[in-house]
Each structure stands twice: as structure tokens, then as C-alpha cells.
């Protein structure tokens, strides 16, 4: 219980000491450019990618605990795939119990639920709780860093290289903060995560019974109307980092800054990106999975018509009062021809903005299209006498 104590008390003096006063500027828009004395920053639109703001975005810089968004990820699809529960147990080890920094001071060769680990992480950025997961997931914090190097790649991440699991200071380590937007914008996908990033305060009980106090520490999520994820980092090698993630309407703007001389500034400039991106930009529905594109004949088909619907939607980002200047081109027979299967695709939509091709997205049906047999045939043409 004195561990406990003394760590929660080094938290309230350190939060105090950086945070001294902290308060995010009200929502008051802007009209120009940020203003960002931060080493690093990007501001970008969840739904079409589309960067919005950027100072120095791509270069290679120590994040810190920002790293540790891609050991949430990874967490997050090892329990979409299956291979891992919310109440898996697991073990411990001396060198996960043994990380210094941020931790929630866990037990070496303990159990504990895979949420708890999970929610350490997030809330608290927990160094201690990160290491254990990547031991459980990969056999060991090596090799699971591996994974997160291939997860990058993957994700088309090529201004990082992660070292380690937890952001702690390493030589080799960098990213920037265009790629920690593009992490940030793949771990806000997962429903699982959004149900610890929004907690402000919680505690881990631990094997033994004793407690630790979680405080999350993204604190726009308590000051910030709309923010609901994010992670923040800090050493002295990264300065105070934060990408954060919030909503408003039918708008997702994911802020990211780096290299900020003090947690106050990396509050504040953080909060004046998403106030602009708010206040100067919006989100259009240019194609939707939801309503039909065309309805078309069938051919050879049990069904006569059939509705065409577009396999993912497409939002395009625009300056206020700006038109949209998107075109929509339809490749698609005259008729489809059964037997189809639902999600079989039968033509593209081409979006182009200006001459150029922005997307182009797979036409499908959503039912199945059974082929006409020659009863079907004769009845139909008996009905139609």
C-alpha cells in the first residue's frame, strides 16, 4: 500500500509541476492558420485522410509514449482475430513487472485479465502493462516489436521505426506525426477501444488485493468538447507530445503534435488544430453504402431488377462554403446478368476531383440473384399473356 501511495503522489506533484493552471483555451474558430510552436503537428480528417494542417509532418522525431499506440493496436485486432479475450489471463514476467517510467506497478509472475492490461495502457500509459501484453501476444517484447514494424509498413507508416513497445528512449526509434495520425486513425476504428479512452479516472486491483488510482492522461477528454481517444508521451529527449482524436456532427478530425516545450502547450495546441479543422472545413457524403446508385435489369434472373450499391462510402473534406468539385462516373453494364451472389461486384464508380481520379470503389448487390429456370420461364411468360 506505501508503493501505491508514494506513486500517486508523485503523480499529483508532476501533473501539478507541468500543468500548473491547465486549462484548454475555449472553442473560439479561427479564420487563418494555427499558430503552432510546436516542433511538429498535423491536423487531418478521419473520414477521407485528407491532411487539413502540417508543420514539419513527416519528420523523424522521438514520439515517446505515442509509440504505445501501436502496441494498442495491435492489441485491439489480436481480439477482433479471436486469438485474445477481454478476460484472458495473463503472466507476468520480472522484466514487464520491472519497466520504469509510467506504470501501474504490477506483480511479476501474477495473472491479470487481459482488460485490465488493455485499459492500464490506455488510460494510464502504462510502460508496465505494455510489456506484458506484447510478451503474451508474441512470446517476448523483441519479437513484438517486429510485428509492430510490419504493422506500420502495412499501414503505409515509412517516417517510423519502433524500438521497443512502451516509447521509453532508443537510438533507432523515431516516427512523425503524420504516421502517429495514421495509428491513431486505425486504433479510433475499434468500438473496444473507446470504451477506456473515454474514462477520466479509474484504479487496478491488483493479484494481491492492493489498489492502484488510473488517471487518463489525455486530458482533453475532460476539457475538450467532442475528444474522445488519444496519447499523450513525454521525456526529455521527445519534449510533450499529444494525437488526440475528436467528433463533432457527422466530422472526425484526428490532431497530432510533437516536440511541444510543456504539457500545458501540447493541450492547448492540440485543442486550436481541432478548433480550426472545425470551424473551416466540413465532411460531404460523395458515395454512401447506404442508398442505391442505380437499379438495374437482371438478366437470365429470377428477380427482374436489382438495386447496385457502392462497397464503402467515400466523404470528401471541403473549405466552408466551397463547392464539392467532385465527379462521379458509373462503369456498369446495361444489365447484370444472374446468377450473382450478394456482395458480387458488377462495376466501379470513378471519383475525380479536377481531371484527376481520387478513388475508385467496387459496385456490388446486396441480395443474391438466383438464374431463371425454364419454369420460371414459362410462368412468367404466362403471366405476362
Not at 476539457?223 to 526529455?236: F, Q
Amino acid at each position: 500500500m506505501k508503493r501505491v501511495f508514494i506513486s500517486s503522489v508523485m503523480f499529483c506533484i508532476l501533473a501539478t509541476i507541468l500543468c500548473t493552471s491547465m486549462q484548454v483555451p475555449a472553442t473560439t474558430y479561427a479564420t487563418a492558420d494555427v499558430d503552432i510552436s510546436s516542433k511538429s503537428a498535423c491536423l487531418v480528417d478521419y473520414a477521407s485522410g485528407q491532411v487539413l494542417y502540417e508543420k514539419n509532418a513527416t519528420e523523424h522525431l522521438p514520439v515517446a509514449s505515442m509509440v504505445k499506440m501501436m502496441t494498442i493496436l495491435l492489441t485491439l485486432e489480436e481480439l477482433d482475430s479471436g486469438n485474445l479475450t477481454l478476460d484472458t489471463m495473463i503472466t507476468t514476467s520480472e522484466n514487464a513487472s520491472g519497466m520504469g517510467g509510467s506504470q501501474v506497478f504490477i506483480d511479476p509472475f501474477v495473472e491479470y485479465r487481459a482488460e485490465d492490461m488493455l485499459k492500464s495502457v490506455i488510460m494510464a500509459s502504462a510502460n508496465d502493462a505494455s510489456v506484458a501484453l506484447a510478451e503474451h501476444i508474441s512470446g517476448s517484447e523483441k519479437a513484438f516489436v517486429a510485428k509492430m514494424n510490419k504493422r506500420a509498413s502495412e499501414l503505409g507508416m515509412n517516417d517510423t521505426n519502433y524500438s521497443n513497445c512502451t516509447g521509453l528512449p532508443a537510438p533507432e526509434q523515431y516516427s512523425c506525426a503524420k504516421d502517429s495520425a495514421t495509428v491513431l486513425k486505425a486504433v479510433t476504428g475499434h468500438e473496444t477501444y473507446h470504451k477506456y479512452s473515454t474514462i477520466w479516472m479509474d484504479e487496478l486491483t491488483h493479484p494481491s488485493g492492493r489498489k492502484t488510482e488510473l488517471v487518463n492522461t489525455n486530458r482533453l477528454i475532460r476539457y475538450y468538447d467532442g475528444c474522445d481517444g488519444g496519447k499523450t508521451g513525454s521525456t526529455n529527449e521527445a519534449g510533450c507530445c499529444l494525437s488526440a482524436s475528436a467528433k463533432r456532427n457527422n466530422m472526425r478530425l484526428i490532431s497530432v503534435i510533437v516536440g511541444a516545450p510543456n504539457s500545458q502547450t501540447r493541450f492547448n495546441e492540440c485543442s486550436s488544430l481541432f478548433n480550426y479543422g472545425f470551424a473551416n472545413f466540413e465532411n460531404r457524403d460523395i458515395v454512401d453504402t447506404e442508398n442505391a446508385i442505380k437499379n438495374l435489369p437482371v438478366s437470365k434472373g429470377k428477380q427482374e431488377n436489382v438495386d447496385i450499391y457502392a462497397k464503402e462510402s467515400f466523404s470528401a473534406v471541403i473549405k466552408k462554403g466551397e463547392e464539392a468539385n467532385y465527379e462521379t462516373t458509373f462503369v456498369l453494364p446495361e444489365a447484370v446478368k444472374a446468377p450473382l451472389k450478394a456482395n458480387d461486384s458488377v462495376g466501379k464508380v470513378i471519383i475525380s476531383r479536377d481531371g484527376n481520379v481520387v478513388k475508385e470503389i467496387e459496385l456490388i448487390v446486396k441480395v443474391d440473384l438466383e438464374k431463371l429456370s425454364y419454369k420460371d420461364c414459362i410462368d412468367r411468360i404466362i403471366s405476362k399473356w
